[in-house]
C-alpha cells in the first residue's frame, strides 16, 4: 500500500523554525519529484515547494522564498521542509505529494498534478 506521512508540525511563534518530515512506505521516493502544499482556513491548496527526484532542482513559491528550504534524503525515503523566520499567514495544514508526472517538478504548483496524498500536518505560527 502506497502511503506518505507527515510530521514535525506545531505550534510555535513568529520568528521561529519548525522542519517538517515527508516519509514514504509501500514506494520508492527517489523515483519521483516530491511537492510541500499547505491549505489555510476558507482558502485553497496551494504548492509551497517542490524538489525533483535527484534533489538538483527545487521550486518555491514566492512568500516562502528565501525562507523555507526543501530537501530531500533518498537512502532514508524522506523528504524534509525547513521553514524558518516563521510568518502567522504560514498557518495552515501541510501536506506532501508525489508528482504523477515523474521526476521533475513539472506543473509542481498545480495539486491536480500530484497523488499518494498523506494527512497533513498541522503548523501553526502565533505568539
Known amino acids: 500500500q502506497l502511503q506518505i506521512v507527515e510530521s514535525g508540525g506545531g505550534l510555535v511563534q513568529p520568528g521561529g523554525s519548525l522542519r517538517l518530515s515527508c516519509a514514504a512506505s509501500?514506494?520508492?521516493?527517489?523515483?519521483?519529484?516530491i511537492g510541500w502544499f499547505r491549505q489555510a482556513p476558507g482558502k485553497e491548496r496551494e504548492g509551497v515547494a517542490c524538489?525533483?527526484?535527484?534533489?538538483?532542482?527545487?521550486n518555491y513559491v514566492d512568500s516562502v522564498k528565501g525562507r523555507f528550504t526543501i530537501a530531500r534524503d533518498n537512502a532514508k525515503n524522506t523528504v524534509y521542509l525547513q521553514m524558518d523566520s516563521l510568518k502567522p499567514e504560514d498557518t495552515a495544514l501541510y501536506y506532501c505529494?508525489?508528482?504523477?508526472?515523474?521526476?521533475?517538478?513539472?506543473?509542481?504548483?498545480?495539486?491536480?498534478?500530484?497523488?499518494?496524498w498523506g494527512q497533513g500536518t498541522q503548523v501553526t505560527v502565533s505568539s
Open positions: 505529494a508525489r508528482s504523477r508526472l515523474g521526476r521533475f517538478c513539472t506543473g509542481w504548483d498545480t495539486d491536480r498534478n500530484f497523488g499518494s
Open positions: 524538489i525533483s527526484s535527484s534533489g538538483s532542482g527545487t
Open positions: 509501500g514506494f520508492t521516493l527517489d523515483y519521483y519529484a
